[in-house]
């Protein structure tokens, strides 16, 4: 069973960037569906970033694209999210999820699509 823990959020000025890391226990290569979401005050939870399937090209939302970028380092069994040119409706707590999938599985954008999930870690980005 994999255990998710997010850290790298904070408060960050428009055009600012952020790192966010997610710690992967129990994670083996090749073997879940990994994403990211975010949940705004008052807002459904949203994909950010995820794997279009397991072990293949990412998928971003189109209101990060170009902006956002999702990338893994099973060395250190870590999942990133390197946020740049922050803007204040990026403001959200971000989630990373992983779903036990079989090697090229296609990986669902919706949250139900997750059967673990991190706490979360608040971005926060200010005019």
């Known amino acids: 069973q994999v255990h998710l823990v997010e850290s790298g959020g904070g408060s960050v000025q428009a055009g600012g960037s952020l790192r966010l890391s997610c710690a992967l226990t129990?994670?083996?290569?090749?073997?879940?569906?990994l994403a990211w979401f975010r949940q705004a005050p008052g807002k459904e939870r949203e994909e950010v970033a995820r794997?279009?399937?397991?072990?293949?090209?990412?998928h971003y939302a189109d209101s990060v694209k170009g902006r956002f970028t999702m990338s893994q380092d099973n060395a250190k069994n870590t999942l990133y999210l390197q946020m740049i040119s922050l803007k204040p409706e990026d403001t959200a707590i971000y989630y990373c999820?992983?779903?036990?999938?079989?090697?090229?599985?296609?990986?669902?954008?919706?949250?139900?699509?997750?059967?673990?999930w991190g706490q979360g870690t608040q971005v926060t980005v200010s005019s």
């Open positions: 129990g994670y083996t290569a090749g073997t879940d569906c």
């Open positions: 999820a992983a779903d036990r999938r079989s090697l090229r599985a296609y990986c669902s954008g919706r949250p139900i699509g997750y059967s673990h």
């Open positions: 794997d279009v399937s397991v072990g293949g090209d990412t």
